[in-house]
């Protein structure tokens, strides 16, 4: 299976991006083993070198490790910290400019309250 990989970004960031997807979403569990270096590479059809730096991101931010001779697990704690730094991205991303925007336009707290409660009805938790 070849990957679409964007153009505009690395690759070896955007196989991180998908690791750190897949251990979010209960793909790859806490303390389970990831795909090899290889697998990874033959089925994206990438680097071998690219794949690993790829891999090696999420070693050094602690969401996988090395066992020897065995290869790369999920660390316990992974999905925890993964999903908080998705939600704190959010925040930067979307919550934050709505506050800014929502001043530019004079509104008013109780008046975006009301809007986010309209979004908000029937969002199911």
């Known amino acids: 299976m070849q990957a679409d990989f964007s153009a505009d970004r690395p690759i070896f960031l955007q196989l991180a991006e998908r690791l750190e997807a897949?251990?979010?979403?209960?793909?790859?569990?806490?303390?389970?083993?990831?795909?090899?270096?290889?697998?990874?590479?033959?089925?994206?059809?990438?680097?071998?070198?690219?794949?690993?730096?790829?891999?090696?991101?999420?070693?050094?931010?602690?969401f996988l490790y090395k066992k020897r001779g065995l290869g790369m697990f999920v660390?316990?704690?992974?999905?925890?910290?993964?999903l908080q730094k998705r939600r704190d991205k959010f925040i930067e991303d979307f919550?934050?400019?709505?506050?800014?925007?929502?001043?530019?336009?004079a509104i008013d707290g109780r008046d975006l309250k009301q809007i986010i409660?309209?979004?908000?009805?029937?969002?199911?938790?």
């Open 22 to 62: 897949g251990i979010a979403s209960g793909a790859y569990p806490e303390e389970a083993q990831v795909p090899s270096i290889t697998e990874f590479s033959v089925a994206y059809g990438i680097n071998p070198a690219t794949a690993l730096k790829g891999v090696n991101l999420l070693v050094e931010a602690g």
């Open 75 to 82: 660390a316990a704690g992974a999905r925890a910290k993964l």
């Open 95 to 105: 919550v934050q400019p709505m506050f800014t925007e929502a001043r530019h336009l």
């Open 117 to 125: 409660e309209r979004g908000l009805s029937g969002y199911d938790n």
